[in-house]
Nanobody, 118 residues
Framework: QVQLAESGGGLVHPGGSLRLSCAISGSIFTPYAMGWYRQARGNEREMVAYTINGATPNYADFVKGRFTFSRDNAKNTAYLQMTDLKPEDTATYYC????????????WGQGTQVIVSS
């Protein structure tokens, strides 16, 4: 079964940048959907970016032009490059992978916290 582990979160000033990583262990079978989600305190979890079978990622409107989702197959790692961070980006960020044989709703990592504050 696939396991995911996020890292790279931290405290950053508004306008700053962070790169989140999602280390993937286990095999990924197609078709699959992989995405980054976030959950701010008191809010529901929301989609940030996702890809289907490695195609061009789709982004939520609130991160378009600022965040980039990529994957390094050789390192079995997915990334979320975040630039021009805003206080409203403060949240715990999770990666998710849905693939055949996996649990309903996909596998989730433990999350990594991002705080954007001056």
């Amino acid at each position: 079964q696939v396991q995911l582990a996020e890292s790279g979160g931290g405290l950053v000033h508004p306008g700053g940048s962070l790169r989140l990583s999602c280390a993937i262990s286990g095999s990924i079978f197609t078709p699959y959907a992989m995405g980054w989600y976030r959950q701010a305190r008191g809010n529901e979890r929301e989609m940030v970016a996702y890809t289907i079978n490695g195609a061009t990622p789709n982004y939520a409107d609130f991160v378009k032009g600022r965040f980039t989702f990529s994957r390094d197959n050789a390192k079995n790692t997915a990334y979320l490059q975040m630039t021009d961070l805003k206080p409203e980006d403060t949240a715990t960020y999770y990666c998710n992978l849905e693939s055949p044989g996996g649990p309903p709703g996909g596998s989730w990592g433990q999350g990594t916290q991002v705080i954007v504050s001056s």
